[in-house]
């Protein structure tokens, strides 16, 4: 099993960016999949990237496309997730996740507990 703690969230203005990471424990991560998920207020939780867990293949949805990018330091045994650009609507708690292969669904085995990202007009 692997344990996941995520950290850098916080309050933001429209337009600035944000690194969120996500430290592992127990089996590493270079052991999984990792992802990123959020769930905003009042909206099913959702994904946003993913890395694979052998070549780094990275998968992002279209909404994060081009200004978050997700990777990973093995030696470190921390993935992080780089928002840029950064838009009210990414305004969710965000979620560290991990899994054999990388899924786009909600559908992953291991989770953090989620750390806030405001972003304000």
């Known amino acids: 099993q692997v344990q996941l703690v995520e950290s850098g969230g916080g309050l933001v203005q429209a337009g600035g960016s944000l690194r969120l990471s996500c430290a592992a424990s127990?089996?590493?991560?270079?052991?999984?999949?990792m992802g990123w998920l959020r769930q905003a207020p009042g909206k099913e939780r959702e994904f946003v990237g993913g890395?694979?867990?052998?070549?780094?293949?990275?998968y992002y949805a279209d909404s994060v496309k081009g200004r978050f990018t997700i990777s990973r330091d093995n030696v470190k045994n921390t993935v992080y997730l780089q928002m840029n650009s950064l838009k009210p609507e990414d305004t969710a708690v965000y979620y560290c996740?991990?899994?054999?292969?990388?899924?786009?669904?909600?559908?992953?085995?291991?989770w953090g507990q989620g750390t806030q990202v405001t972003v304000s007009s």
């Open positions: 890395i694979g867990r052998f070549r780094g293949n990275t």
């Open positions: 127990g089996r590493t991560c270079s052991s999984y999949a």
């Open positions: 996740a991990a899994r054999v292969t990388v899924t786009t669904t909600t559908q992953w085995d291991y």
